[in-house]
């Protein structure tokens, strides 16, 4: 009986230990601090790119090109709409910049450097999304 | 000399007249055009408050739009309705010889009425009012702005009605497959946030590749911070539990290449906590099951009781006529109510036909099959 109760013991603290990837983890309990709740990460970079096909990104850090986010958040800055930041991250300081900056020139607020906001900001949106090349194309 | 001055004068004049009397005709064309596609609409009736063109800035506007869908016995039932759609072109573009469209949406507001007869209101519908509006438009649309939209899901199947109210909305949809895009190699761009029910931030982003012969799209999607009370009655609508207390996160990402779809869904529950929908013992006793449940697979972080899990998104679309974006519509939407069934899977959870005993209730609780979690035990006799 003994020897039973153990092995069930055993038993639930093994079930205990297999739960916890599931749980959420927390930010105060370390994990991914970023991003605590984001499902699995390979989705996060979307399509694989392939010769002569768009990129397909499932995030919008993704389809931004290096350097991209710094240069809003510069501009966003220099025109006094976003303070403190991760520089280089769209974070949610940044996030909520872009919206009341869109709010500001009648676009639709989804804080998210769409086409329209670039250009409104001055910021090259063929520089931006990394198309500088293709630009020429047409 | 003379005689040719005189004539220059003359043709300019008559041309002056021209451009006068077009521009004068071109309110009431429009006009009895933008009629003329509301009227054709299959099953629907639509009218407006008026219609403005800008020669300026080669746009027109139709005011006050309402689209109603007509149902049996000729009942009109909301469907679409805009304080203002505008429909511009970009100059540039026209230049360079790319037609390339735009559409803003003022205060769009789509109703979607789901009912068992199948020639009610359905959420498949919704594609169709992108369709008539476009159809107002005659050239190709490249981007589409919705400032303060509003989406009303209504499930008529239930006696309750529950709602499910997505408001404050606002989005972009940027790179249609025009020529522009085409020749730049550009994928098509959804962004889009909202407020679910009262309190839930919704945000949306996805991109599509228009030149894919299957549908080949990826993106994220986010909802923070729902109060779970607001979800009562579509809850009880299914279930005699209602939530009386808690939030709900949730993270979707996806993709699709070539058709094949993967992804994953993860809710969370915070701090729920469920109150009987109905009077009796039964519902009471699901309440407390469902309560229990939520106990046993809550985390230990301090001050939040969590529940989390990952639903994985799998299949395939075959169907060659589907669009992007109807298509990560749906899956948005289904998401949703899978998260939310698998995150409320707990009320109440399955019962056990007789007692189980430890070693059972443990393999349960190890098997890696989702629908393999422990069952509520009878009470003893």
Known sequence: ?138 | MRRGTKRLLVTLAVLALLLVAARVALDPLVTWRTRKILAGMDGMRGRFQDVQVSVHDLSYSIVGLRIEKLGAGGVALPYFQVRKARFGLYFKELVRGNVVAVIDLDKPKLTLVSAKNQQDQGVEEAPEVGWGLEALAPFRMDRVQVKDGELLWVDASEPERPELWLHRIEGTLENFATRKALSKNEPTVLAARGVLQRSGAVSVFATADPLAKKLTFAGQGRLEGLKLPELATLVTSKADVAPDKGELDMSIRFRAEDGRLSGGVRPILKDAGTKPAKDGIGPKLKSLLADASLEIFSDDVPGRDAVATTIPIQGTVHDPKAQAVPTILGILRNAFVRGLQDGLSGLPPPKAKEKEGVMKQARRALSPKRDAQPRAQPGEK
């Open chain 1, 1 to 138: 009986m003994t020897r039973r109760a153990a092995a069930a013991l055993l038993l639930a603290l093994s079930a205990v230990s297999c739960r916890n990837p599931q749980r959420a983890s927390s930010p105060a309990t370390g994990g991914d601090a970023q991003n605590p709740e984001a499902p699995d990460r390979p989705e996060e970079k979307g399509v694989p790119p392939e010769p002569g096909r768009p990129q397909i990104p499932a995030s919008p850090e993704a389809l931004l090109a290096p350097g991209a986010v710094k240069e809003i958040q510069r501009t966003l800055t220099d025109r006094g709409f976003l303070g403190a930041h991760r520089a280089g991250e769209l974070d949610d300081p940044t996030s909520r910049a872009l919206r009341k900056f869109q709010e500001s020139q009648e676009l639709a607020a989804t804080g998210f450097p769409d086409r329209e906001t670039l250009q409104k900001l001055g910021v090259d949106p063929e520089r931006a999304y990394g198309r500088e090349e293709g630009a020429d194309s047409d």
